[in-house]
């Protein structure tokens, strides 16, 4: 039973398309991420949604839009995809404490989107 | 500014020996401390963490060591097995309540049979 799913696994799309990229875990976690490993492979943070709250959105440019319809699913929306908008993103999400981070965050496998 | 840096892009080890997996940090307010393991197409796991109130965790083959002074910590890997050859993500938070973790570039380790 896979924990965090993405779907898809790839995608090739050009220059100025808009996509969608779906993310579902079934751990009962409250929190979910959305991260970004470019060619330089920095694994980096994007967004995180708490219970389809938003509590950290990073430096993204506004064509990245998350959507949380529910606290299983964190999608990742991006309008007019650009070059530099090809790398893997990755979804997880952990659990939720009072004290803040230090719960452990599991990753799905991976969308690796490629911009022609 | 790369607060997590894992210096050494890669490293091979013979099976059964020590595998030393080192992580520097630049942020004093970070205070907990994981690393992670990313096979090919895969999505990193959870492998070990450790928080700063500790200089130690162990689990199994795998030690995490932390040196707050150094801002510094590594992860031992004993014995060495084939299928360890994986890449390994150290990661950093600070327990203010951000959620954020901060990932260095990783260590490709090759444990060679």
């Known amino acids: 039973d896979t924990a965090v799913s993405q779907t898809p696994k790839y995608l090739v799309t050009q220059m100025g398309n808009d996509k969608s990229i779906k993310c579902e875990q079934n751990?009962?976690?409250?929190?979910m991420y959305w991260y970004k490993q470019d060619s330089k492979k920095f694994l980096k943070i994007m967004f995180s949604?708490?219970?389809?709250?938003?509590?950290i959105n990073e430096t993204v440019p506004n064509r990245f839009s998350p959507k949380s319809p529910d606290k299983a699913h964190l999608n990742l929306h991006i309008n007019s995809l650009e070059l530099g908008d090809s790398a893997v993103y990755f979804c997880?999400?952990?659990?939720?404490?009072?004290?803040?981070?230090?719960?452990?965050?599991?990753f799905g496998p991976g969308t690796r989107l490629l911009v022609l | 500014d790369q607060q997590v840096k894992q210096n050494s892009p890669s490293l091979s080890v013979q099976e059964g020996r020590i595998s030393i997996l080192n992580c520097d940090y630049t942020?004093?307010?970070?205070?907990?401390f994981l690393w992670y393991k990313k096979y090919p197409a895969e999505g990193p796991t959870f492998l070990i963490s450790?928080?700063?109130?500790?200089d130690k965790n162990e689990d199994g083959r795998f030690t995490v060591f932390l040196n707050k002074s150094a801002k510094h910590l590594s992860l031992h890997i004993v014995p060495s097995q084939p299928g360890d050859s994986a890449v390994y993500f150290c990661?950093?938070?600070?327990?203010?309540?951000?959620?954020?973790?901060?990932f260095g570039t990783g260590t490709r380790l090759k444990v060679l049979a």
């Open positions: 997880a999400s952990s659990r939720f404490t009072s004290g803040g981070a230090g719960e452990t965050q599991y």
């Open positions: 949604y708490n219970n389809k709250e938003l509590i």
């Open positions: 450790i928080s700063s109130i500790k």
């Open positions: 990661a950093a938070s600070d327990l203010s309540g951000t959620y954020k973790y901060i």
């Open positions: 751990l009962g976690h409250d929190t």
């Open positions: 942020n004093s307010m970070f205070d907990y």
